[in-house]
């Protein structure tokens, strides 16, 4: 049974920086693809990031672009994504998610793994 643990949330001023932890545990790590996804209040789950299983291609939400970095340590079996220039509609619970299969990177219905989710505030 995969388990996926975030942390490294928390609170941060506007402009400041934050990095997230993805601890992956029950699976072979390298075998799966990893995202992060995000819901404020009031809002859908949105896509974030995800990065391939070799680390070899990632993506990203326009809206993080050139702020968020993915990355993957497959020998710690931990995903992060280090958040940059965080602005108050940063403010949301994200979220980490893995899946085995090949699928659309940026739909989080073809994931089938979720962690709890983290909150992230930023305060302008």
């Known amino acids: 049974q995969v388990q996926l643990v975030e942390s490294g949330g928390g609170l941060v001023q506007a402009g400041g920086s934050l990095r997230l932890s993805c601890a992956h545990s029950?699976?072979?790590?390298?075998?799966?693809?990893m995202g992060w996804f995000r819901q404020a209040p009031g809002k859908e789950r949105e896509f974030v990031a995800a990065i391939l299983r070799t680390g070899e291609m990632s993506y990203y939400a326009d809206s993080v672009k050139g702020r968020f970095t993915i990355s993957r340590d497959n020998a710690k079996n931990t995903a992060f994504l280090q958040m940059n220039s965080l602005k108050a509609e940063d403010t949301a619970v994200y979220y980490c998610a893995a899946e085995e299969k090949a699928i659309n990177v940026r739909l989080g219905r073809q994931y089938n793994h979720w962690g709890q989710g983290i909150q992230v505030t930023v305060s302008s």
């Open positions: 029950g699976g072979t790590f390298n075998h799966y693809i």
